[in-house]
């Protein structure tokens, strides 16, 4: 198979001799081959993308609400088609992508198209005037995902992009080029306007096109801090508006006070979902010295359930990690916390069978991973892994693990544990994240801003603030009188 690109209105095949292999995470058989965009193609998605701009930007905004939703219903229609095959490019358990990929971002899509007619300005009573403001769409503007979450990241990008009178050109990453071309389908198919959401193919080459192109207003990343930055640089010779959603290394704090089966539950999800592939993860989860020893035997229990193999078995808890590299890099972390004098509790090792004695020997797959004996200077808790590795470190005051916690370069998530409900508020006021539970982990509802402090990104995506992401603000002065001029 050859994962094409999807330009006006049409998957097109690059001229670009240059390609690569995709392969499925969970046995390293390929999946097909994709071609990387070259000049030509960039050229063809910004024409394309900018003639679609200047039809749709005239359209209503009840208007381009409907084809949005039409999108979402689409989506939600070819749910278990879109699911399959964003498991076999992401290596992640089949339950996870049928009950959150694709209605997440189906979700954004319904919450953005209903909102795209209310997207208005203000009125401004003055003397003898009046002023108003107009939010006017950006106009062309670029999406750049990461691997771990592909049609979330895509739809959580567009939905506010299109709702706001923004067209969109999208690069996937180039370990998951397949789902941004459903959403593509489905736009169209919705009656968007050709070149109203082109899809390019590539790796960080293609990426840096798009953030120097003089006809792209603007750049909306998902990946690490390093490319973040780079994007950051790229994007201030032309003064690009960014919107940078970055990696993290997130404190989930358990107070003696916590119900600690549930604690025990959200430090599970908070690190195994995806692999711990996601950004917000809690992968320093600080526990009250009092609870430690019975709250690590309950994690270590279930973690040891936790039913490992095949992504495409609907019964999997964890799948393969994204590419044999990447799970070279996890496993180096962990024989650095060994080396360290952290002491490795249970996993952190490659399986041969699976949960059903399945020889998974030829998949990305690692066991989930618990280090206790932990100290904060250790690199496995102060890196972003990516990966199935949770720290565990103990604490003994509020104070104290206030100022941990906020010791590190990221700030994306944090989440506290306490069944005192002025203690929750109180330290999760302290924490330098950008978005924080309480009482839960990773939970991302669609009308809540997600973004990150510090290192870990600009603004926000998801909510209402996405809109000030997705426009700029023209404010307009009406005079009701004479010119008062001293000429
Ligand atoms: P990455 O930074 O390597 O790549 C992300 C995207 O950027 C890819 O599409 C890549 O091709 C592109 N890219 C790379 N170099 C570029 C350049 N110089 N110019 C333009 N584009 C370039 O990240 P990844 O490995 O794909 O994803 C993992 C990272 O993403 C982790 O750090 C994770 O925390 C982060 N992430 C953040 C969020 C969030 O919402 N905050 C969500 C998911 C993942």
Not at 173 to 201: C, D, I, K, R, Y
Not at 284 to 308: P, Y
Not at 309 to 332: C, F, N, W, Y
Not at 428 to 456: D, R
Request: glycine letters at 10%; charged letters at 20%.
């Amino acid at each position: 198979m050859l994962y094409t690109q999807f330009i006006d209105g049409a998957l097109t095949a690059s001229s670009n001799r240059e390609s690569w292999i995709n392969y499925n995470p969970a046995n390293n058989n390929p999946l097909g081959e994709v071609s990387q965009a070259n000049d030509q193609d960039i050229e063809a998605a910004v024409n394309s993308s900018e003639k679609a701009f200047h039809i749709w930007k005239a359209k209503t905004g009840a208007e381009r609400g409907r084809v949005l939703l039409k999108a979402a219903h689409i989506l939600r229609s070819r749910l278990d088609k879109i699911a399959l095959l964003e498991t076999q490019d992401v290596g992640k358990p089949i339950s996870e992508s049928l009950a959150v990929d694709v209605s997440s971002a189906a979700d954004a899509l319904e919450y953005f198209g209903g909102m795209a007619a209310g997207v208005h300005g203000e009125f401004f009573d003055l003397k003898n005037a009046f002023g108003y403001t107009r939010p006017e769409p950006l106009g062309v503007c670029a999406g750049i995902g990461a691997w771990n979450y592909p049609i979330q990241i895509a739809a959580w990008k567009a939905a506010p992009a299109l709702a706001c009178g923004n067209s969109m050109i999208f690069k996937p990453s180039e370990l998951t080029p397949a789902t941004a071309l459903e959403l593509a389908e489905a736009f169209m198919e919705a009656g968007a306007p050709a070149g109203l959401f082109n899809v390019v193919q590539g790796d960080g080459r293609v990426g840096s096109m798009l953030v120097d192109h003089p006809r792209i207003a603007k750049i909306s990343l998902t990946g690490s801090v390093s490319t973040g930055k780079k994007i950051l640089t790229g994007a201030a010779t032309q003064m690009k508006r960014v919107t940078l959603e970055l990696g993290g290394k997130s404190p989930l704090i358990i107070f003696e006070d916590a119900d600690i089966d549930n604690a025990v539950s959200a430090a599970l999800l908070a690190n195994f979902y995806t692999q711990g592939e996601v950004c917000s993860n809690g992968t320093r989860v600080f526990v009250h010295r009092q609870i430690f020893d019975s709250f690590l035997m309950k994690l270590k229990g279930r973690t040891e359930k936790i039913r490992l193999g095949d992504p495409t078995d609907p019964d999997t808890q964890m799948g393969a990690l994204i590419s044999k590299v990447h799970m070279e890099k996890v496993i180096r972390f962990i024989d650095s916390g060994k080396s360290s004098g952290a002491t490795l509790l249970t996993g952190g090792f490659r399986p041969e069978e699976d949960f059903k004695g399945r020889d998974i020997t030829s998949g990305n797959f690692l066991t989930p991973a618990i280090f206790t004996d932990c100290d904060d200077s250790m690199e496995i808790c102060k890196e972003e892994i990516f990966g199935p590795v949770l720290t565990i470190l103990s604490f003994d005051s509020e104070e104290e693990v206030i100022e941990r916690a906020n010791n590190s370069a990221y700030g994306l998530a944090a989440g506290v544990f306490t069944n005192d409900i002025k203690r929750g508020h109180r330290v999760i006021h302290q924490l330098q994240a950008g978005t924080c539970w309480i009482n839960n982990y990773n939970v991302t509802p669609i009308e809540l801003p997600f973004g990150g402090y510090k290192q870990s990104g600009l603004g926000r995506e998801n909510s209402l603030a996405a809109i000030q992401y997705y426009t700029q603000l023209k404010s307009v002065y009406v005079e009701l009188g004479n010119v008062d001029s001293p000429y």
